[in-house]
């Protein structure tokens, strides 16, 4: 795709924003399961755009993966954030107001991503490093090398990480499945 246009211009941002919003906020939703905290980040990553658009480089990646290794960046800040604060905090501290029919629309996509959620939850058992990987090439559907870029690693880097990633997973056996009560 190439280097995204002047995001300086309105109506080139506005374009690019139509363009990637709803990829984005899939990435955010798969890995978030609050409305209201999937709908800061993602706005959170468009502003970051606006403020680093000069800093994209083509060669290293894509825009989406560019967009992508700055959604993990705020998902990953966000949870330090709420792992220092208390849930009270958390809860008035950063939220803007969503009407009924957006927090309707985010708990949809919530719910649509809800495999994919689980899936996010036994990888956590591996480490960030070869999880990260793993996350953007099997999940977000990048190629190695624009994982690489979104991580800001070496392609052989990424490659090493991945197969460690995989084997690790195919080795630890899943988790028995909880018994539900009628």
Request: proline letters at 7%; glycine letters at 4%; a positive charge.
């Amino acid at each position: 795709m190439g280097r995204p246009p002047p995001l300086t211009d309105p109506e080139a941002f506005t374009a690019f924003y139509r363009a990637h919003v709803d990829t984005v906020l899939h990435f955010v939703t798969r890995r978030v399961d609050d409305p209201h905290l999937a709908a800061d980040i993602t706005a959170e990553v468009f502003f970051a755009v606006i403020a680093s658009a000069a800093t994209y480089e083509p060669d290293r990646g894509t825009p989406i993966a560019w967009l992508y290794g700055i959604a993990r960046h705020h998902i990953v800040d966000d949870a330090r954030r709420r792992t220092r604060e208390t849930v009270g905090r958390r809860r008035v501290a950063g939220r803007r107001l969503l009407d009924d029919d957006d927090i309707g629309r985010l708990e949809e996509r919530i719910d649509a991503n809800r495999a994919a959620r689980e899936l996010h939850r036994r990888l956590q058992r591996l480490p960030e490093s070869e999880r990260a990987v793993l996350e953007l090439v099997a999940v977000d559907g990048l190629t190695v090398t624009e994982a690489a870029a979104a991580l800001r690693i070496r392609p052989g880097a990424a490659r090493a990480r991945l197969f460690r990633a995989r084997r690790a997973l195919v080795d630890t056996p899943e988790e028995e499945p909880c018994l539900r009560t009628p």
